[in-house]
């Protein structure tokens, strides 16, 4: 089955800095890529997706990139805001084969005032 | 965006009791829901993947007749937690599949204290 690795599982940036999380997936097949943000107690909110047949997807601040030859993913948040503050999830799945997700371990961002 | 109700979003009961939780899709029909369990600072875990209709599918180590899964209509899922024990406290979450946009969209949780 699908195997995903997510790192950091922590960072702290300063408030204005950048912060780039990464991903790697074993399943080959695998062609959708979401990103969850998860904030103390509440569910997952997706906030941005990738599919395979692109290798970039920008929203504001938000950034994901796909690397299919190396299965690999990153998110990359630019001007970072303490209220992004939150563990973000990356997942991956197989469209049209139920949308099971595969979730990494998460990475707790801290963004410092 | 596409929005999924859970109720109730905090629950607290004794051991031995069962506790039942719902699971709504509030603005699209939702063919397929999946219920997860998240332990404190831990990623998701899929319990089972349910499909209106039809029988749930539960992941290996779940077990069916302890976590009884519905789903009865296109807009609502539910999850029974039965004859619950204190290592059944956890935080459940369901999702639901938009089949529009084929993305899953995550409820609020639930977080179950057995005591």
């Not at chain 1, 995903?4 to 950048?18: I, K, N, R």
């Not at chain 1, 950034?63 to 563990?87: G, M, R, Y």
């Not at chain 1, 991956?92 to 707790?108: H, P, Q, V």
């Not at chain 2, 639901?96 to 204290?113: E, H, I, K, N, V």
């Amino acid at each position: 089955g699908e195997n995903v690795e997510q790192h950091p599982s922590t960072l702290s940036v300063q408030e204005g800095d950048s912060a780039v999380i990464k991903c790697t997936y074993s399943d080959s097949a695998s062609n959708y890529f979401p990103w969850y943000k998860q904030e103390l107690g509440k569910g997952p909110q997706l906030i941005i997706d990738i599919r395979s047949n692109v290798g970039e997807k920008k929203d504001q601040r938000i950034a994901v990139t796909l690397n299919k030859t190396a299965k690999h993913f990153s998110l990359h948040i630019t001007e970072t805001q303490p209220e992004d503050s939150a563990v973000y999830f990356c997942a991956a799945s197989i469209r049209d084969a139920g949308n099971m997700l595969t979730f990494g371990g998460g990475t707790r961002l801290m963004v410092k005032p | 965006g596409a929005v999924v109700s859970q109720h109730p979003s905090r629950v607290i009961c004794k051991s031995g009791t069962s506790v039942k939780i719902e699971c709504r899709s509030l603005d699209f029909q939702a063919t397929t829901m999946f219920w997860y369990r998240q332990f404190p600072k831990k990623s998701l875990m899929l319990m089972a993947t349910s499909n209106e209709g039809s029988k749930a599918t539960y992941e290996q180590g779940v077990e069916k007749d302890k976590f009884l899964i519905n789903h009865a209509s296109l807009t609502l899922s539910t999850l029974t937690v039965t004859s619950a024990h204190p290592e059944d406290s956890s935080f459940y979450i369901c999702s639901a599949r938009s089949p529009q946009t084929d993305t899953q969209y995550f409820g609020p949780g639930t977080r179950l204290t057995v005591l």
